[in-house]
Nanobody, 123 residues
């Protein structure tokens, strides 16, 4: 059972930056694809970014391209989301998710989820 714990959320002004972290409990972290999703109040959860097992491949939703960067440190069993030039519309609860190899897509098939961390961007 993979457990994921997010941290790093908070309140920031528009244009500011935050870095989210998500640490996994299992040594097999390096074999999992990882992603960040977010859910704003009254909206469905949406995909934000994906990173492959080795970190060699990343993929982003259009609205965050050029502003957010996903990365991972397999030795620390941690995935990060660096968020720059934040906008009020980025306000949401951010979740990290893990997907076993050879399953699902960028957007689906994630079997493990963290508890979420709140990001609030004020205008």
């Amino acid at each position: 059972q993979v457990q994921l714990v997010e941290s790093g959320g908070g309140l920031v002004q528009a244009g500011g930056s935050l870095r989210l972290s998500c640490t996994a409990s299992e040594h097999i972290f390096s074999t999992y694809n990882m992603a960040w999703f977010r859910q704003a109040p009254g909206k469905e959860r949406e995909f934000v970014a994906h990173i492959s097992q080795t970190g060699g491949s990343t993929y982003y939703t259009d609205s965050v391209k050029g502003r957010f960067t996903i990365s991972r440190d397999n030795a620390k069993k941690t995935v990060y989301l660096q968020m720059n030039s934040l906008k009020p519309e980025d306000t949401a609860v951010y979740y990290c998710a893990a997907r076993a190899p050879y399953t699902g897509t960028y957007y689906s098939g994630y079997g493990y989820w963290g508890q979420g961390t709140q990001v609030t961007v004020s205008s």
